[in-house]
């Protein structure tokens, strides 16, 4: 048998243990900011995906938190909806599906539709909106020189 009990307290604190960074910075930044900014949590380096498109979609200023992996964010979102205090923010929570079974994970957490977020700038939609860009740029520079 092992020297560990699972209890929920032991739980609750390995919990809040993962998502102390990204607690913490959630704090620090509902210190500095107003109540309309939305606090977005995502993984890690795939925030300036999220951060152009939330600001561009909401008209809102949008703070990211970075929280270091998609169970940090989770363990975020789990602390975070057990205090009421911080039902007055708005919070939107972002991870990637990876290959996990993602089942258990609450609506109210974006699951991207592929892989990870990365998936979305290799679809042929992204490809041929870049080309058309870089197309329309030469053309632009050729008629203004």
Known sequence: MSEHSFTPDVMLEHTESIASTAFARFNHAISVHDIETLYCFVEGHDWPYYHIRISAISGKSCEVIVSNGKKSV??????????????????????????????????????????????????????????????NLVLTVILFI
């Open 74 to 135: 989770l363990a975020i979102y789990n602390l975070l909806n057990k205090i009421p205090e911080y039902n007055r923010y708005k919070k939107l929570f972002f991870v990637d599906r990876d290959y996990d079974d993602n089942s258990n994970i609450d609506k109210n957490v974006y699951v991207t539709p592929g892989y990870s977020v990365e998936n979305f700038y290799g679809s042929i939609d992204c490809f041929k909106n870049i080309i058309k860009n870089i197309q």
